[in-house]
């Protein structure tokens, strides 16, 4: 949508603000001499933690906050975080909400860790509301209780089906799940088999110890179990940032032998061979953390011959096979694959956030962002980096100002390559933007 706006117009309303509206600069078309509103205008994006004792007040608080950020404009999309302390009133705050507002398509869950505002709250009663006034998007609630999936051979339409969701409508999908009924892997599975074009992100509730005692929230109801998420069709796009914590340690190999998660050949080499030859050109640094922090990284991309970092799905070692040489991942393998040994810690964990933010700040795209949500790891925050809002601050000093929700998960959703995984140790971002023009 194109609006034209009169010189007069332009200098009395928009030049005391130094040629910004609400925060958006002007462009313009210097074919027709005109100034118009860029399209991300009309999506407005507003996010707020409380920090607070009583439930009810960390809502009216967050109400009061984001109606301000959006200037009255209606809620689409409320999206909301809640932390444990407040578990004896999580029935009481779909209703809660209702009453203070109209929260368009409501969705959200519990969380050990709350992330609103752009900052982290983790060991203490916080509540976030991020809202998005999202003109020309249509958004689809989703519940399932994950137990009855589709066989993974099934067509893609079944899957489609079953989700109630089009796939010409090009969604990307926003995913909150119980960690304790959840079949994760054959779920993101199955929605990539049907949607394989589309982003998802999202996290697994945290803050009980047993199943039951998370919350799911999706509209007016109240989920213990399963999975919810929305579906957003239109003039949105969905770019995902999923940062997993770790540096390569020596260079790509193929794989040459495998059994399903057994590694037993690296180059026609025993694995357990090739970490020595690895582990050898070390510095002492790299070689104590060998022993507590080594990961092995999948490259998920075939079609790419020189994969970086970020370009490898990391996953466990669970144990080696000694006699063998062989070593046992938490992933199924193939041969052909690509892997490398990684390595982490709060230096390289910080160094790859850094380095994903700046990647995605350098593109085009980032410049249309207006919105974000942050699914991290329980075992990031204060745990691993001693120091709060470390990557809410990181993201701000990157890209801007823009609102940031979210929460510290059990597990986090997001891609690698051209696949959805569950992860662990994870900052996984959706950023929201209008389509391109």
């Known amino acids: 949508m194109i609006v034209a706006l009169s010189l007069w117009y332009l200098t009395t309303a928009f030049m005391p603000r130094e040629g910004c509206v609400e925060g958006f600069m002007l462009q313009r078309d210097s074919a027709r001499h005109r100034f118009f509103l860029p399209r991300r205008l009309y999506m407005r994006w507003a996010s707020h933690l409380a920090i607070q004792d009583n439930i009810e007040a960390c809502i009216d608080e967050a109400v009061e906050a984001v109606r301000g950020q959006l200037e009255n404009a209606p809620a689409h999309l409320t999206v909301i975080f809640v932390s444990p302390q407040f578990k004896e009133q999580y029935d009481e705050i779909p209703r809660m909400i209702s009453q203070r507002m109209d929260p368009g398509c409501f969705l959200g869950c ?105 919350a799911l929230y999706l509209d007016d109801k109240i989920y213990r179990n399963g999975l919810i998420g929305v579906a957003l069709s239109g003039n949105l796009s969905m770019d995902t940032i999923v940062a997993q914590g770790c540096r390569p340690i020596g260079e790509p190999v193929k794989i040459s032998k495998c059994d399903g998660t057994l590694l037993t050949g690296m180059d026609g080499q025993p ?143 997001g891609p690698v390559g051209n696949s959805t995984f569950l992860h662990g140790y994870t900052s996984s971002f959706g950023i929201f933007r209008p389509l391109q023009d």
């Not at 050990?112 to 689809?140: H, R, W, Y």
């Open 110 to 214: 519990s969380g050990g860790g709350i992330v609103g505002g752009g900052k982290e709250v983790e060991q203490q009663a916080a509540f976030s509301m991020t809202c998005a006034n999202l003109p020309d998007v249509e958004i689809k609630s989703i519940y399932s209780d994950t137990m009855n999936l589709p066989d993974q051979d099934t067509a893609p339409g079944v899957w489609r089906e079953w989700l109630g969701v089009e796939a010409e409508k090009k969604p990307n999908f926003i995913f909150l799940a119980d960690p304790f009924s959840f079949r994760g892997e054959e779920f993101l599975s199955g929605v990539d088999f049907a949607f394989p074009n589309s982003s998802k992100v999202g996290g697994l509730a945290s803050g009980a110890q047993m199943q039951g005692g998370n």
């Open 271 to 413: 694995p357990l061979e090739e970490l020595q030859k690895v582990y050898e050109g070390l510095d002492e640094n790299d070689k104590r953390l060998v022993q507590s922090s080594l990961f092995l990284g999948i490259e998920m991309d075939p079609l790419k011959d020189d994969p970086k970092q970020g370009d490898f799905l990391i996953r466990n070692i669970m144990g080696v096979d000694r006699e063998a040489g062989g070593i046992q991942i938490g992933a199924m393998l193939r041969e052909g694959q690509l892997v490398q040994f990684h390595l982490r810690d709060k230096v390289m964990s910080a160094e790859d956030l850094e380095l994903m933010l700046s990647r995605y700040k350098d593109q085009e795209i980032s410049r249309n962002a207006c919105g974000a949500l942050l699914f991290s790891c329980l075992g990031r925050g204060q745990y691993l980096y001693g120091k709060p809002n470390h990557d809410s601050d990181m993201f701000r000093d990157q890209l801007g100002d823009i609102p940031l929700g979210g929460f510290f998960c059990n597990g986090e959703i």
